[in-house]
């Protein structure tokens, strides 16, 4: 996936405008004028429409650097049975450190979220090999637990004396991480 921060710094960096990058990015059907409308949302953060494999290479060779250079790694844990506090805990550990520090940190963290956590971060850390990324050189650049809301097939209620009935909450959560080279 392309990383939006990295590219908008070596537009910076490098002085080519946005036409000149259009020119070379230009792939079957979209035409320049699409293209530059890409490369504008995509320096903005927005990653509509979304960037293909091709187009990251194309962006690389016309500013002079590796694909991997401008990308990131994501993976991501959807509804995991932990609320998003408790899994919000362990991913604050571990934000913004090296893939590998990081690993080994929730091998020996004593929590339930942290192995679906490095499940996610072994995942992304996976996606990012196979696209011969420099795995010594991860790091976490986001580790993000959102809520899903509660977990299906958990028990609603729970009984009580006098005939009254409490509500049992069981949350789930998304978890995402994100990996790029330094």
């Known amino acids: 996936m392309l990383s ?17 990058l259009a020119e070379k990015m230009v792939r079957s059907g979209m035409d320049k004028k699409q293209a530059a409308k890409a490369l504008k949302n995509w320096r903005k953060g927005l990653l509509k429409p979304i960037p293909r494999k091709a187009d990251v290479e194309s962006l690389a060779g016309a500013l002079g650097v590796e694909a991997v250079k401008i990308s990131e790694w994501r993976s991501s844990v959807k509804y ?4 998003s506090r408790k899994a919000g805990l362990v991913t604050k550990l571990i934000a913004g450190r090296d893939a590998q520090e990081a690993l080994d940190l929730l091998k020996f963290t004593h929590k339930r979220a ?3 956590i490095e499940k996610a971060l ?61």
Do not use: F
């Not at 990295?6 to 490098?14: A, E, F, V, Y």
């Not at 995991?80 to 609320?83: C, G, K, L, R, V």
């Open 80 to 83: 995991a049975p932990t609320s």
């Open 122 to 182: 072994k995942s992304a850390v996976a996606s990012a090999d196979e696209d011969a990324a420099d795995v010594e050189n991860l790091y976490i650049s986001q580790a993000r637990v959102d809520g899903a809301g509660l977990r299906m097939g958990t028990k609603r209620w729970i009984a009580k004396d006098r005939g009254r009935a409490h509500r049992i909450r069981k949350m789930a959560s998304h978890i995402r991480i994100t990996v790029t080279e330094i």
């Open 114 to 116: 942290a192995s679906m």
């Open 4 to 20: 939006t921060k990295k590219l908008d710094n070596l537009i910076k960096k490098t002085g080519i405008g946005i036409a000149e």
